[in-house]
């Protein structure tokens, strides 16, 4: 039936495709299909009403007005801030210094805790009492902040958090996409002359290009969807006004047990990103190659 | 024929005798709850109970962060994962028609009435489904070392004035602190609204779902008296300074951290806390720590008590043998007098068979001011309402409230009644 | 290699200044990384009456972590902890591999539909599977098994690995497949003789990140797990009760935990720089 060439391109995926059908697809589709029934889950009636639960959640003002906006600001300020820092640090990193290697494993120090624990030990350390950051700034006279209940500063928080938890894995991949690079246009520029600043424009970046458009498409999917810290971190608030369109969808799913509803805020999401990041590489890919 | 049936079950039973309690042993119960010292100590009768009678009680924790949507996602799924389940006020009535009734256990007749009310815990049919685990409410604690109990402020407005004078005087650094945020909203929203002649829905204090109804789920946001609960809330932290700028995030584990260390002079927190308080392992304030009523608002003169129950229930979906075997030991679970003075010494929460509540109350202070104050209160408030939107309600009011409390003073009563309607809508 | 006279940062500063300068903002930078941590640590020594005004007071105690370690399900925990995510890598990257190299090295229909379907199922958020997921588990009589609890962590490496993995194999030059098959290598042979032994670096990086990843892993373990898989994350998780948060215990299991995730990192980062390389 198949060629010798298809069977053995059909063997390469098919053990990924089997666990991705039966672990993540066949879950999806149930969820999917609770989106368009009646599906509390306590009372799971699990009649058809097609589009109420999306009608519901897009015409929800709360969605629209609030969560969206925040949900893009966040994937754009938090997949900005990793990329910048990440470069930075992966530059930094790859000249030769005396203590790279123990500087390289300290950068890798937010991969190694669980994010859930070190949402929950930032919340504490930016408390208006006890947190450490209020206690050194009055020690040095300045005012300590309620940082969690005014709505910038609870969301830089959640943003610094964020980027704190990734900029390692922008670290790392920059580092080796810069390692990778022929020594020879630096070598030519180094004799030329150039400025620092001219090499990793007209260098480093364009060449660094592949790693960064990966990069950054994969990380603002994983952006658009974050969940764990910030629903630790302030639960949203304060008053709904830091939450996140995952946060939404789980509220109504886990917190008010509708399972329809929360599904069908869920794949409403999905497909935003999903367009998002086609649209997100082709634009990165074109600004890189300029 | 007859005979020899018989002659075989005697012969069973002298075997299943001699060879000790082998058979029995394979019987076990499994239980699904939450690490915490009030369901620890009353497991520890289940076990002092399985001990006895040949029955293995398999603990099966669960964390508080997923406990809900797991627990009813198997009661949906008829799966037999547990045979006792930890039982809360809070879902009631979304598990009502998923649980066993639990009318036939004959020692349900020592609980307390009002916490097992039907409003609460009953199904369509009218039966009960709950065996209680432990009374959980919260009073309002002081430090006892500061206040004087005829100092102790009886209205909100003397909470203000005694919390000034101790911060003036330099003996803490705050009067009040309490959990505010989602899911925290009883320590510091809902003892003061209730004190003041208000709730999240009106009329205040209304928990048959019927009358809710006919109101048309009304919301209190709109209410001059959630205006005022807010503003005075405001007023604590920005203008007199009694609390911290940071509470309206707080959970309850960051303000009884504060209240723990020493740094506020009252707070509002679940009896259970306590034990804890009273732990020099944990605490900074032992043996300086002591209860009261709640203070009240100006539109209310008659003290009130919050009483609530966590209980333990069955899955509607085991089978019938375990059903039987469950509510075996669920019913010598309520008679253990000894397990039940040991749960109420390690938390502070009065234990489930009121009938030993006399005794305890001659021996303990503590329990002598929580009958008083609470259990034998004529006029209780329940803490959670019983439909199954409450939560989807209780965050549409939190979120409103927590919005109107961190703006400006005068945008309350404008940000209360934008956010009415999301409440009333929240609970349809 | 001559030495190449790198372009300097601050050029106008004396060596000497822009040695200071270099590093105090390094070890600025390293001391903000580690903070958290750092500060979780000292958390974790802290007796419990102290565990939030850490500042304050400045007696410490190993208590926590006595405590933590006699309750006798933390050792099991690790070690099933330490199996999972040995197991979910080895196994991610079994699967992983081949599919990347599949999408790397064949064009055509059946290319662009798999790595059309890897990347919408990437976007789906965990929030509208993980529940599914529990009844999926539940019906196959998986829950609360070793198996179920392996399989999701293997199938939610498949997307993102398979994306990096096709990028590894891009940067690899086939001819010297093409060269091998000529000398009659099956495509197999081709495959695992010549193509993998040339990404191990790449996988080997991968494999420290989905180490790290799965060790740290809290919303599945604690939606497919009950008693008898406990794994770390789910011991943790238990000292979030609905009286409170065990600050101090969960604290001192954290340290007990960032230990093997420390030497991971630390043994592993040399592959991870010298691998990851689109």
């Known amino acids: ?290 | 024929m007859q005979g020899l049936a018989r002659w075989f079950v005697a012969a069973t039973a002298a075997l299943v005798a001699a060879t000790g309690s082998a058979a029995a042993q394979v019987k076990e119960l499994r239980i699904g709850y939450q690490p915490s010292p009030i369901q620890d100590a009353s497991i520890a009768m289940f076990e002092a109970w399985g001990a006895k009678n040949g029955v293995k009680i398999v603990k099966v924790p669960n964390s508080y962060g997923v406990y809900v949507e797991k627990m009813t996602a198997s009661l949906t799924s008829n799966s037999d994962q547990y045979d006792v389940i930890w039982h809360n006020d809070d879902w009631g009535q979304t598990w009502a028609h998923l649980l066993e009734p639990t009318d036939d256990v004959e020692a349900n007749k020592f609980g307390s009435k009002w916490s097992m009310s039907p409003i609460v815990f009953a199904n369509a049919q009218g039966q009960n489904t709950v065996v209680p685990m432990g009374q959980t409410f919260s009073v309002f604690f002081y430090r006892s070392d500061l206040v004087k109990p005829e100092e102790v402020p009886k209205t909100l407005d003397e909470l203000v004035t005694m919390s000034k004078k101790l911060q003036a005087d330099g003996k803490v650094k705050f009067g009040y602190v309490g959990g505010m945020s989602m899911n925290h909203s009883w320590f510091s929203w809902f003892w003061s609204m209730w004190a003041n002649n208000c709730d999240v829905l009106l009329p205040a204090y209304e928990r048959d779902n019927k009358k809710l109804a006919e109101a048309g789920w009304k919301s209190s946001l709109t209410d001059p008296c959630m205006q005022k609960t807010v503003e005075y809330w405001w007023d604590a932290i920005n203008t007199h300074k009694i609390s911290p700028r940071g509470m309206p995030a707080y959970d309850r584990n960051e303000a009884n951290a504060i209240f723990m260390a020493g740094d506020a002079a009252f707070t509002v927190a679940d009896t259970l806390w306590w034990g804890t308080f009273n732990d020099p392992n944990k605490s900074k304030i032992v043996g300086k720590v002591a209860a009261a009523r709640f203070p009240l608002g100006p539109d209310r003169k008659k003290p009130f008590g919050w009483d609530d129950i966590w209980g333990w229930a069955i899955p509607k979906s085991i089978p019938e043998e375990r059903k039987k075997l469950a509510k075996q030991m669920l019913n010598a679970m309520m008679l253990d007098e000894e397990g039940q003075t040991k749960l109420f010494k390690s938390t502070g929460a009065p234990p489930p068979n009121t009938t030993f509540w006399p005794k305890i109350a001659e021996q303990d202070a503590f329990m002598k001011l929580l009958k008083e104050a609470v259990l034998d209160s004529p006029d209780k408030v329940r803490g959670a309402y019983y439909f199954p939107q409450w939560p989807a309600v209780h965050k549409a009011f939190n979120d409103a409230v927590t919005k109107a409390v961190t703006g400006k003073r005068e945008d309350i009563a404008k940000v209360l009644a934008e956010n009415a309607p999301l409440v009333s809508k929240a609970a349809q | 290699m001559a030495m190449v006279n790198r372009p300097q940062f601050l050029p106008w500063l004396p060596p000497i200044g822009r040695k200071t300068l270099f590093a105090l903002a390094v070890a600025f930078i390293c001391f903000a990384f580690a903070f958290p941590v750092l500060w979780l640590i000292l958390t974790s020594l802290r007796p419990e009456s102290g565990v939030y005004y850490v500042h304050r007071g400045t007696e410490f105690t190993l208590a926590s972590f006595a405590e933590v370690l006699s309750d006798e399900r933390i050792v099991a925990a690790f070690l099933n902890s330490a199996l999972i995510s040995t197991l979910a890598t080895v196994f991610s990257l079994l699967v992983t591999v081949s599919s990347g190299y599949m999408l790397s090295r064949f064009t055509g229909p059946a290319s662009r539909l798999w790595f059309g379907t890897i990347y919408v199922f990437r976007c789906v958020p965990y929030i509208s599977w993980v529940l599914p997921l529990y009844f999926v588990t539940q019906s196959w009589g998986l829950y609360d098994t070793y198996t179920g609890l392996l399989l999701p962590h293997i199938a939610v490496h498949i997307c993102f690995f398979s994306w990096l993995m096709k990028g590894f194999f891009d940067g690899i030059d086939p001819s010297m497949e093409y060269a091998a098959m000529i000398d009659g290598c099956t495509r197999w042979g081709a495959f695992i003789r010549v193509a993998v032994p040339s990404a191990l670096p790449a996988i080997s990086a991968l494999a420290v990140l989905c180490w790290l990843f799965t060790w740290n892993e809290f919303l599945f373990a604690l939606i497919l797990t009950g008693n008898r898989v406990p794994v770390i994350t789910v011991v943790m998780a238990q000292f979030v009760t609905e009286m409170g948060l065990r600050w101090n215990l969960m604290a001192a299991t954290a340290v007990m935990a960032l230990l093997p995730a420390f030497l991971i990192a630390l043994f592993g980062q040399k592959y991870v720089i010298r691998g990851l390389r689109i």
């Open chain 1, 1 to 290: 039936m198949f060629g010798e060439q298809q069977r053995f391109v059909l063997l390469l995926i098919a053990p990924a495709a089997l666990l991705l059908l039966l672990f993540q697809v066949v879950p999806i589709v149930i969820g999917a299909n609770a989106s368009f029934r009646d599906w509390a889950l306590y009372n799971p009636k699990k009649t058809w009403i097609g589009f109420d639960h999306y009608v519901a959640v897009i015409t929800d003002p709360a969605f629209l007005y609030v969560v969206l906006p925040n949900t893009f600001l966040f994937m754009v300020l938090s997949v900005a801030g990793a990329l910048v820092a990440g470069l930075a640090l992966a530059l930094l990193l790859n000249r030769p210094f005396r203590g790279q290697k123990l500087v390289q494993t300290i950068l890798l120090v937010p991969l190694m805790v669980a994010p859930v624990i070190a949402a929950i030990m930032i919340r504490w350390i930016f408390n208006d009492q006890f947190g450490i950051v209020n206690v050194v700034l009055e020690a040095i006279g300045l005012e300590g902040q309620p940082w969690l209940v005014q709505r910038w500063s609870a969301f830089g928080i959640i943003l610094l958090t964020d980027i704190w938890l990734w900029t390692p894995w922008f670290t790392l991949l920059l580092l080796a996409g810069l390692q990778s690079l022929p020594k020879e246009p630096f070598e030519a520029a180094a004799i030329d002359g150039t400025t620092t600043w001219r090499v990793f424009r007209y260098l480093t970046l364009p060449m660094l290009r592949p790693v960064i458009v990966v990069c950054v498409v994969i990380r603002a999917i994983d952006a658009f969807r974050t969940f764990d810290i910030v629903w630790t971190l302030t639960g949203g608030g304060p008053g709904r006004s830091t939450e996140l369109f995952s946060l939404y969808a789980y509220v109504h799913a886990f917190l008010n047990l509708d399972l329809g509803r929360g599904s069908a805020a869920a794949i409403i999401g999905g497909l935003v990103i999903l367009v998002i990041g086609v649209v997100l590489y082709r634009l990165v890919d074109r600004i890189a190659k300029a």
